[in-house]
């Protein structure tokens, strides 16, 4: 998957996104970085296997009901499904090689 580095293509409040089939970085040094791009690299897979139109519907409907949940924005994107899964592996760069299709559903 292409690594672009464009700071203007994010948020300001964002270092990084996985936009299928790209990981957009805003600075070169995150290439570098092995567990960031694990994890991006897991939304690519979360995205590939939900054909990526239903992955952002999902992820933004479960951002909005968390949001109602925690009344923290920065507690509900932690607590999204496709975030604790790419999370809690990003430090296993061999996670990718055994990961079962839709797994992000055990960290509902």
């Not at 998957?1 to 270092?15: A, D």
């Not at 590939?48 to 509900?76: C, D, G, Q, S």
């Amino acid at each position: 998957m292409p690594i672009i580095v464009n700071k203007y293509l994010i948020g300001r409040r964002f270092v990084g996104i996985a936009l299928w089939p790209f990981i957009v970085i805003n600075n070169s040094f995150l290439k570098e970085d092995q567990a960031f791009i694990n994890h991006e690299r897991i939304h690519i897979r979360q995205q590939a296997e939900l054909l990526v139109l239903p992955f952002y519907i999902i992820y933004f409907t479960e951002y909005v009901i968390r949001v109602l949940k925690y009344r923290n924005l920065h507690r509900a994107y932690r607590n999204i499904s496709f975030e604790r899964e790419a999370y809690f592996n990003e430090d296993n760069l061999e996670y990718l090689k055994t990961r079962k299709p839709w797994s992000f559903i055990k960290y509902w």
